[in-house]
């Protein structure tokens, strides 16, 4: 169903095209009708009743995608630190599960205008709220289009528990914790069948809405879950998303455990009918040489999360074998319990700063390529590309407004190298959601951002009653997932990707 909203007329803003002046975009206006562009030229008319934006001094930017993003614990933004990945995952693992509609609502609500105060435009929400019902999936895909943005929505889904992923740490551990690390294993086909259901019953939200699949990672699925979700994808022309190899200690699982697709997670995607221009790799670090050529001869992209994945020790991601080998990098900013920020100008930065960590050559990582990652390479992985990702015509109107008399842009030397340097956000003042100004000045204009913070305030004492229980519980295994690390950092591996060698 097409966007039946009044024509947009934005005026004189410096128009950045990627195929353009990236250091002095020129002047131009912008035509939106139908929630799409329909012209970018000089001396555009305003259609009758169109709403004119003047924005002489403006930069206008495509909107950003966040394409690896969790909705479901943006309620313990900033709870936690100094945690690897496996000690964050059995402590914030369940945060998403067993939870009032109401704090469904209000974490999507409150995670979706974040995302839109940064020029978030589209966010790829791979939702893990267990158990499946229709209650929640409504209360998602309401909340996000209430705010206004853009989303592909993968609720996960897995089959293996958390206690059969993590190496050793079923020996090491006494049978009476395992359930603080997590023995649940989901029936397989209920899921898939649910997940078809949803799809048919709520549609696409007039555009805004697509569907995407996602097991949780390789190691977590038995390969008669994967090929199902295969199967569907196919079915239904639906992109992919999953975790892969984002620990060293993930690394030395896929070897010791997965020794029927070669100890390779990779290969048990390739195995599964799951590589190929629809799948993204989220975080994609530990990869050996042979299985960064299989992602690119397959054309799967990778979806890079550097605030993630330092946040959680996890090591560097080795940008410049995937750029070498050409591969499709989408950047997203991952949970808010371990991020805590949903800021794709932060990641940007870090992307091209992170690619010059293991060599003092050229890189050929700019700020250009950053804001093509985050933007055209993020279309790319959600099967949009020509609709999202450039202000251009025939593109759905998705954009940013920045004032250039932010001191982010004093003097304004080069408006690609300063929007990701130099930008903390601070100089956004209009976002456009298909056509539809969604943020202004700071406000959301569809939003009661101050009701949903007394909403929110009167959620947390409930909510951070089931953390304290949960770190409760966490604190009884923390040695063993300890033992698990140290075991996996003292077996030898052909690659690094921490900065200097592990400590021994
Ligand atoms: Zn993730």
Redesign the pocket.
């Known amino acids: 169903m097409p966007s039946a909203r009044i024509p947009l007329l934005i005026v004189g803003a410096r128009v950045l095209d990627l195929d353009g002046d990236l250091d002095d975009p020129p002047v131009r206006d912008i035509l939106c009708e139908d929630g799409a562009i329909s012209a970018v030229g000089t001396d555009l008319a305003a259609p009758d009743g169109a709403q004119v934006v003047e924005a002489t001094g403006m930069l206008a930017i495509p909107g950003l995608v966040n394409s ?1 993003y ?1 909705s479901h614990d943006v309620l313990a933004k900033g709870m936690f630190e100094d945690l690897s990945l496996e000690h964050w995952g059995v402590l914030a693992g369940p945060l998403g599960s067993k939870r009032s509609l109401a704090e469904v609502r209000a974490r999507t609500l409150a995670g979706a205008l974040e995302c839109l105060h940064n020029g978030i435009t589209t966010v790829q929400d ?1 939702n893990s709220a267990a158990p499946f019902s229709d209650a929640v999936v409504d209360t998602i895909v309401d909340a996000y289009a209430e705010a206004g943005i853009r989303v592909i929505l993968g609720m996960t889904v897995r089959d293996q528990s958390q206690l059969d992923t993590i190496p050793w740490i079923d020996a090491l551990a006494p049978a009476e914790l395992h359930g603080i690390i997590g023995t649940a294993r989901d029936e397989p086909a209920a899921q898939m069948a649910f997940l078809e259901a949803a799809m048919e019953r709520i549609g696409d939200s007039g555009g805004m809405l697509r569907w995407a699949l996602a097991p949780s990672a390789p190691q977590r699925c038995s390969p008669g879950l994967l090929e199902a979700v295969a199967d569907l994808s196919r079915r239904r022309s639906l992109p992919v998303y999953t ?1 892969v190899y984002e620990s060293r200690t993930q690394r030395i699982f896929a070897h010791e455990r997965l020794q029927a697709h070669g100890g390779s997670a990779v290969r048990m995607l390739e195995d599964t009918g799951l590589l190929g221009p629809h799948v993204s790799l ?1 975080h994609a670090i530990w990869l050996e040489p042979d299985e960064l050529d299989k992602v690119a001869s397959t054309g799967t992209n990778v979806v890079l ?1 550097m605030l993630s994945n330092l946040k959680l020790k996890s090591g560097v991601a080795p940008i410049l074998e995937y750029r070498e080998r050409g591969v499709n990098i989408a950047l997203g900013c ?2 808010c319990s371990c991020s805590d920020v949903q800021s794709l100008l932060q990641v940007m930065k870090l992307f091209c700063l992170l690619a010059a960590v293991s060599t003092p050559e050229r890189t050929g990582v700019t700020a250009a390529e950053a804001l093509r990652a985050g933007t055209l390479g993020g279309a790319h992985s959600a099967g949009l590309s020509g609709s999202i990702g450039a202000i251009k015509a025939g593109h759905r109107a998705d954009l940013v407004l920045m004032d250039l008399a932010d001191p982010a842009y004093l003097p304004y030397n080069s408006a690609i190298r300063q929007l990701v340097y130099a930008d903390s956000g601070r100089s956004i003042r209009r976002v456009v959601v298909d056509g539809e100004v969604v943020v202004q000045d700071g406000r959301s204009t569809r939003v009661d951002e101050a009701a949903l913070r007394a909403e929110i305030e009167s959620l947390m004492p409930t909510v951070r009653a089931d953390i304290d229980r949960l770190q409760a519980g966490y604190v009884k295994v923390r040695p063993y997932i300890d033992e698990v690390n140290r075991r996996a950092w003292s077996m030898p591996l052909p690659i690094h990707r921490h900065v200097g060698l592990p400590r021994p």
């Open positions: 690896h969790h791979m975790h989220a999360n991952d949970n």
